[in-house]
């Protein structure tokens, strides 16, 4: 559970972005030693805020949830170390973390949204 990196790569669509990225990541050699995730941010979005990251993130999550009960154990430690009182909005977000947090977890039910959060500032 070492060091985090990211990688951004953009330009022009159709260049192979897409293609140097699985090449070079998803490549079995490396697998063990790092999880890989990726998102793809389009220019006409749904409007779902964050949605390319969420996703993204819900493909860690089912990798994660695939590793041993003892990895599993040891990134659940970790996320509610991190995420503390969040962790119910990420819950919400990403309701796949969910059996990864564990039941303890208080799921957010409505999550707070640009209006709202614009009438608070």
Known sequence: MGSSESVYVCGEAGIGKT???EETFRDGRL???YFFIAC?????????????VVQAFR?????????????VALWR???LRSLGNVA???????????????????VEEELPTRK???RKG
């Open 116 to 118: 709202r959060w614009l």
């Open 59 to 71: 493909g860690l999550i089912r990798q994660l949830l695939g590793e041993s009960e003892t990895v």
């Open 31 to 33: 697998a063990d030693s």
């Open 77 to 79: 430690d970790k996320l």
């Open 40 to 52: 793809k941010f389009e220019q006409l979005a749904t409007g779902v805020p964050y949605e390319p």
């Open 19 to 21: 293609r140097l990225i």
């Open 88 to 106: 119910g909005v990420i819950a919400a977000l990403i309701p796949e973390i969910r059996p990864l947090l564990g039941a303890d977890v208080i």
